[in-house]
């Protein structure tokens, strides 16, 4: 049998034979939130240690059948991404440097231990779903096609040991604005008590244990009534590292522009990267450098830094207008959306939906 590793991607379709009804599918998308609403297909391929790659297939989103031995559920060998298919003004279907997310999803899979997937099986899954769902996209204001792969391991065995089975799949979501509390800046809360990532642990992985420790401290970041928790590093807990789910940028009133080194305790985010690009060309001079939290809220208060914003694929680019945590609160700039921000935040758009040059060849069209 030929396997993906060495021979042309070839995903089989199997035809959908109860797709949702088109009156059913638009009621959905006329305001999906994030994350509630699901499309009618998804992609998988299996991976065995005697075959590698095989079996690929589009066809219908259904329930997987789990054995409850299988290593995932007892050993969280699971990793995922997370990218968009948008909507360009002449109508086609795009996606944005889905290779970025392919080459993060394997550095992710090295790091558990789990078999990296051909790069452009990858991008070719993500291709195939968008086109096979596309009349899912949902017309409201930012909307777009968030797209879920994932890989997890199979194989029924209690054993600690890398599994020798594994299962990748990806299914879609109709999408609408991620935030929807209608404040012009999200408000976050500063954790004392709980960090995301050590050095050395899987901080730097996109891998589901990373969230699953973040709950706590984002539910008592709501309880308090913020939006959002950011995190300090491990060893000091002294310097920024980043939100639950974002990347962190910091604007000064000098034309500089900061963000949190990666290191292996902060995410790779791909928004991230495109956003330093970005920058540069705006004629800021951008530093990957540790930021305090104490620096923050000095410079805050001085007024030195004028912008906070964090960013992600789902989120895209959203404001921080206040920061709190038990030794007190601080606000940064007038509170609201600032002007830097907003430009990067439309430079970036713009590209992913085909209204502005795309000088890095950084939007791939599906059609």
């Known amino acids: 049998m030929a396997t993906l590793a060495d021979a042309r991607i070839d995903i089989a379709r199997i035809p959908h034979p109860a797709p949702v009804p088109s009156a059913t599918r638009m009621q959905a998308i006329a305001d999906p939130g994030f994350g509630k609403v699901f499309t009618d297909h998804m992609v998988s391929i299996d991976w065995v240690e005697e075959l590698g790659w095989h079996n690929a297939v589009l066809g219908p989103r259904e329930p997987i059948s789990l054995d409850p031995a299988a290593a995932v559920l007892h050993y969280a060998q699971e990793i995922f991404e997370g990218l968009k298919a948008y909507k360009l003004a002449d109508g086609t279907m795009a996606l944005f440097r889905p290779e970025k997310n392919a080459k993060r999803f394997n550095e992710s899979a090295r790091r558990l231990a789990m078999p990296a997937l051909p790069e452009d099986a990858f991008v070719e899954a993500v291709r195939v779903l968008s086109l096979a769902d596309r009349d899912w996209f949902p017309e409201v204001e930012g909307g777009s096609l968030y797209l879920r792969p994932f890989m997890f391991a199979s ?146 208060t001085s007024g030195k830094l004028v912008e906070t914003f964090a960013c992600g694929t789902a989120a895209v680019v959203t404001p921080v207008g206040r920061v709190a945590g038990h030794d007190g609160e601080f606000t940064i700039g007038s509170g609201g959306p600032g002007q830097m921000t907003s430009r990067l935040r439309e430079k970036l758009v713009a590209i992913q939906r085909g209204t502005a040059p795309d000088p890095h060849d950084w939007v791939m069209r599906l059609d």
């Open 155 to 300: 194989e029924p065995f209690l054993g600690v040991r890398p599994a020798k089975q594994y299962k990748f799949l990806v299914i879609a979501s109709p999408a609408g604005n991620y935030f929807k509390s209608g404040a012009p800046a999200v408000s976050i809360w500063v954790s004392r008590d709980y960090t995301r990532a050590a050095p050395g642990g899987t901080g730097a992985a996109k891998c589901g244990g990373n969230y699953a420790a973040s709950l706590v401290p984002q539910a008592e970041a709501i309880e308090r009534g913020h939006d959002q928790v950011v995190f300090l590093d491990a060893a000091e807990k002294k310097w920024i590292e980043e939100l639950g789910g974002m990347n962190l940028f910091f604007v000064f009133d000098d034309g500089t522009m900061i963000t949190p080194p990666l290191g292996g305790t902060i995410l790779p985010g791909i928004t991230r990267d495109s956003l330093l690009m970005l920058a540069r060309e705006e004629g800021l001079t951008v530093r990957e450098e540790r930021y305090s939290l104490e620096q923050w809220r000095d410079d805050a």
